[in-house]
């Protein structure tokens, strides 16, 4: 029995034991556990505060682990209060502890500081009377609150002078923080007037994709209500001007962007957005400069310190430059120079660093040179070399464009249509080393007056073949009419012009890529012939160079008539339609042709002739019109063809005589 009390005492003190150890283990303390996953930014000189939390029992005891606050911040042991005035931008990476009498936990926090305000003046707004913004002694209002990445004043680059507008990740570098995504702001109104104007900056961005809006500078108009927020994209109200990134990291643009219409006599505000996502991306990240305000200019109607006349001297560029350049800050743009040239050791061409015949690409480009051109009362031909490769031949990407424009027209670097022009033509896909000569009649309408020309080369951002344009001899040409006989004239008594001892023939060729000569690549019988040429020897041309060029000699007509007869020999382009090809003419003696323009005045046609073969020589023999019995007349053989293609040889000519047929 006794040892039954004994078994039960023993059970009821185990189970007051058990009872007493499951009090105390519900009663013990519990170490702390930091919730706050993330800190608001601050601003130097901005006063800052931030409470963290944990869980756990109480009292908690906050420290910093490791790393650091940012300085002129301090961290409340016993509240866990981080509050201070920052001094210092950037960011800055800790560790805070929370410790209770259960032990303690930690977490990894960071701080994100933005610059202060600048000191210096803020630009409330713009006119088309201000100077432009070039951020040596202003700036515009900065929407950069807590984002890692932010827009700030400084010297790590510009376009001109010594500073620019530019967005940092630690408030001196031209640099961002491509894993943490950033959404910032700088605004300035304009006053836009009646007429409207244009918004003109440079810029220079790399960022990330230039097919999907990943990281990127965007240009926007908005009402002056609307305020950007940090951290929000599309500002309330806003249209976009344009989107800019993967320009150059090294190569300033120059954009100039028309504000829409709706917007004159009103006061906008444009906003400059750099936006970038958290998914890698290239440096550096947008800078701008030389913010501006323009207007459609028109000139007072002054003239060009020296101006383009019938019978003056071609401008060759070896003296000089008497064009006037509107290159504006844009990437690629004119300049005199010796890169390249038609004759002699200079031009005039678009280069990208002020020496080479090369353009950048990747970044768009509008700029002009232009001279002034007296215009008799009977018509003058605009007639100049150029070369150029560019991008594409049937869509307006990368090219050289010719417009002629009253002389109160002022081109815009930027804008590509100066107001009231007309264009006279458009080129590239030219050759990389072979120059064409254009000759281009000046519409009637501008006949006896003064007129501006206007040579502009355009490229986009999207690819391109170098080089770019360059032009030389440029001159004005009015109508020749002549009266001296050629030194040689056909007869019917005289021998075949074979060309196996010189040439009688009149040469026109100008500066033309496709010409004739005398040589021995071809010849119907003996070794010589004469042929069109592109390199002065070989009988082959350039099919992607528009040439026309001439070859006349006169010719006694009897009063009983006579024919003329020749050996040809042409493959050309085209059976069917005028493309390239060999045209025989007669025409009056007083008729000069002219290279590059394929119309002659009084002429009759004797053949055409092309797709001959590319061995194997025709011949012609063609009646003189009986209206020149009795008369000297000119012969006239001309070589045309475009710029699309083509099939080798083109032409040659051989054993030309005046025959009486019986």
């Given at each position: ?43 130097v000189g901005t006063a800052y505060t931030a409470t963290l939390a944990a869980t756990g029992d109480t009292p908690i005891t906050w420290s910093i682990d490791s790393g650091s606050l940012p300085a002129g911040l301090t961290l409340a042991a016993a509240t866990g209060v981080i509050s201070g005035t920052p001094t210092a931008a950037g960011t800055a990476t800790f560790t805070v502890k929370a410790t209770n009498d259960a032990g303690d936990g930690t977490r990894a ?554």
């Amino acid at each position: 029995m006794k040892n039954t009390f004994k078994i039960i005492g023993i059970i009821a003190l185990a189970a007051i034991i058990g009872i007493v150890a499951l009090s105390c283990d519900e009663g013990a303390p519990t170490p702390p556990t930091v919730t706050t996953a993330s800190l608001p930014g601050g601003m130097v000189g901005t006063a800052y505060t931030a409470t963290l939390a944990a869980t756990g029992d109480t009292p908690i005891t906050w420290s910093i682990d490791s790393g650091s606050l940012p300085a002129g911040l301090t961290l409340a042991a016993a509240t866990g209060v981080i509050s201070g005035t920052p001094t210092a931008a950037g960011t800055a990476t800790f560790t805070v502890k929370a410790t209770n009498d259960a032990g303690d936990g930690t977490r990894a926090l960071s701080i994100v500081i933005s610059p202060a305000p600048p000191t210096i003046d803020v630009i409330q707004t713009i006119t088309v009377d201000s100077a432009p913004i070039g951020f040596e002694t202003d700036t515009i209002t900065l929407i950069n609150e807590g984002q890692p990445n932010y827009w700030i004043r400084g010297t790590a680059t510009a376009r001109s002078g010594s500073n620019s507008l530019y967005i940092t990740n630690n408030g001196t570098t031209n640099a961002y923080v491509t894993n943490n995504s950033s959404v910032v702001h700088a605004y300035v109104d304009a006053e836009i007037p009646a007429t409207g104007a244009f918004l003109r900056f440079s810029w220079r961005a790399m960022g990330e994709s230039a097919s999907t809006a990943y990281d990127y500078l965007r240009v926007y108009v908005a009402p002056i209500s609307t305020v950007p927020v940090a951290g929000v994209l599309e500002p309330t109200g806003a249209t976009v001007l344009g989107t800019h990134r993967s320009g150059s990291a090294t190569i300033w643009g120059e954009q100039v962007i028309a504000i829409p219409a709706g917007n004159n006599n009103s006061t906008v505000r444009i906003i400059f957005t750099w936006r970038n996502d958290s998914n890698s991306g290239t440096q550096p990240p947008a800078a701008i400069d030389n913010i501006e305000l323009i207007e459609d200019v028109a000139g007072d109607g002054t003239h060009t310190a020296t101006k383009l006349t019938v019978g003056a001297s071609p401008v060759g560029f070896e003296e000089g430059n008497p064009l006037v350049l509107v290159n504006g800050l844009q990437p690629s743009y004119w300049v005199r120079g010796t890169a390249t040239a038609r004759v002699g050791s200079n031009s005039l061409y678009i280069t990208n660093n002020g020496t080479v015949n090369a353009y950048t690409t990747s970044m768009s480009s509008v700029v002009h040179a232009y001279i002034d051109a007296d215009i008799p009362s009977d018509g003058a031909s605009l007639r100049f070399s150029w070369k150029a490769q560019g991008e594409s031949s049937s869509t307006a990407y990368d090219y050289l464009r010719v417009y002629v424009a009253p002389v109160t027209t002022v081109p815009i670097a930027g804008v590509l249509n100066p107001t009231g022009s007309a264009i006279l033509g458009t080129y590239r896909v030219g050759s990389a080393t072979i120059w064409g000569e254009q000759v281009i009649a000046i519409p009637a309408g501008n006949n006896n007056s003064t007129v501006r020309i206007i040579f502009t080369w355009i490229n986009d951002s999207n690819s391109g073949t170098q080089p770019p344009a360059a032009i030389d001899n440029i001159s004005l040409e009015g109508s020749v009419v002549g009266s001296d006989t050629t030194a040689t004239k056909l007869t019917v008594d005289g021998s075949p012009v074979d060309f196996e001892s010189g040439n009688p023939l009149v040469l026109v060729n100008g500066l033309q890529p496709n010409y004739w000569m005398r040589g021995t690549a071809a010849a119907q019988a003996g070794t010589n012939s004469l042929y069109i040429t592109n390199d002065g020897t070989a009988n082959a041309y350039s099919t992607t160079m528009s040439s026309v060029v001439h070859a006349y000699i006169d010719a006694e007509i009897p009063s009983g008539g006579a024919s003329l007869r020749y050996n040809w020999r042409v493959q050309g382009e085209s059976s069917a339609a005028a493309y390239d090809y060999l045209q025989v003419r007669v025409v009056p003696t007083t008729t000069v042709p002219v290279a590059g323009v394929s119309t002659l005045t009084g002429s009759a046609n004797l053949g055409s002739h092309r797709n001959g073969g590319a061995t194997t020589w025709g011949q012609n023999v063609a009646a003189i019109p009986v209206g020149n019995n009795g008369t000297t007349v000119r012969i006239v053989f001309t070589w045309i063809n475009d710029s699309s293609s083509g099939s080798q040889p083109p032409a040659a000519i051989d054993n030309i005589e005046l025959i009486v047929v019986p």
